[in-house]
């Protein structure tokens, strides 16, 4: 599986949103210490996440990425060097290549007395790719049931599992084609009709999105 990198923030752009819509004072408390940390993500909570990705990919990037290379030797100040893993696909190195020579070619040019953007990758993704169909339904439930029921202070099984039947008989099964290749049922839909079952199903979800919210609070990956 090779999920690409603006798929992968997406999820966390997502929930780092919820975050600040969710009543909760321990993720508030985490939001004011790590906001010095998203700072540089500038206006992330609302508009487009594809002119936002636009605007801030330079920060991303992965253990599998192109870095710039510097090396322990003298080397050319008006050159370039890159070290590129032999992993990558070549396609995607055309891509990375053009991307950051250019950054770094606008690195010199300057704009009304400032200097442009430089390619950082300050925020490193770890390798494992993202089971993006189930993030696809992490998030679902967190934003149109957990975030919705907790912030109304309900915290019984029974009114998620309501809640949850309502929004999911709208969700569309995420394809597994164009994605991660993993056949993933939609969940409060597909289950049994047993109540235990999906109370414990709804008991999973609560506890998916509560760790998912923690932890991007704090600035960290939902993928980690």
Same mark, same amino acid.
């Given at each position: 599986?090779?999920?690409?990198?603006?798929?992968? !923030?997406?999820?966390?752009?997502? #929930?780092?949103?919820?975050?600040?819509?969710?009543?909760?004072?321990?993720?508030?408390?985490?939001?004011?210490?790590?906001?010095?940390?998203?700072?540089?993500?500038?206006?992330?909570?609302?508009?487009?996440?594809?002119?936002?990705?636009?605007?801030?990919?330079?920060?991303?990037?992965?253990?599998?990425?192109?870095?710039?290379?510097?090396?322990?030797?003298?080397?050319?100040?008006?050159?370039?060097? @890159?070290?590129?893993?032999?992993?990558?696909? +070549?396609?995607?190195?055309?891509?990375?290549?053009?991307?950051?020579?250019?950054?770094?070619?606008?690195?010199?040019? !300057?704009?009304?007395?400032? !200097?442009?953007?430089?390619?950082?990758?300050?925020?490193q993704l770890s390798t494992t790719d993202l089971q993006?169909?189930?993030?696809?339904?992490?998030?679902?439930?967190?934003?149109?049931?957990? !975030?919705? @029921?907790?912030?109304?202070?309900?915290?019984?099984?029974? %009114?998620?599992?309501?809640?949850?039947? %309502?929004? #999911?008989?709208?969700q569309r099964k995420v394809s597994s084609k164009s994605?991660?290749?993993?056949?993933?049922?939609?969940?409060?839909? %597909?289950?049994?009709?047993?109540? %235990?079952?999906?109370?414990?199903?709804?008991?999973?979800?609560?506890?998916?999105?509560?760790?998912?919210?923690?932890?991007?609070?704090?600035?960290?990956? +939902?993928?980690?």
């Amino acid at each position: 599986m090779n999920i690409p990198l603006k798929t992968k !923030v997406k999820y966390w752009v997502y #929930f780092l949103r919820l975050c600040h819509k969710i009543d909760d004072p321990v993720i508030q408390e985490n939001l004011k210490k790590s906001k010095s940390l998203y700072r540089k993500w500038g206006n992330y909570q609302t508009g487009s996440y594809d002119i936002w990705w636009k605007e801030h990919s330079y920060l991303f990037t992965t253990k599998d990425s192109i870095e710039i290379f510097k090396g322990e030797n003298p080397l050319e100040k008006d050159s370039l060097y @890159l070290k590129i893993p032999l992993r990558l696909a +070549p396609t995607s190195v055309s891509k990375w290549v053009q991307r950051i020579y250019k950054q770094e070619h606008d690195k010199r040019i !300057v704009k009304d007395g400032k !200097v442009m953007k430089v390619y950082g990758g300050v925020f490193q993704l770890s390798t494992t790719d993202l089971q993006t169909s189930q993030f696809d339904y992490y998030h679902r439930f967190t934003k149109d049931v957990y !975030v919705v @029921l907790m912030n109304q202070g309900i915290t019984k099984t029974k %009114e998620y599992i309501k809640l949850a039947d %309502e929004v #999911f008989k709208k969700q569309r099964k995420v394809s597994s084609k164009s994605k991660d290749k993993i056949d993933r049922k939609v969940p409060f839909r %597909e289950s049994s009709t047993q109540y %235990e079952n999906v109370a414990r199903l709804t008991r999973r979800y609560k506890i998916y999105s509560r760790n998912l919210l923690m932890s991007v609070s704090q600035g960290i990956f +939902p993928g980690d």
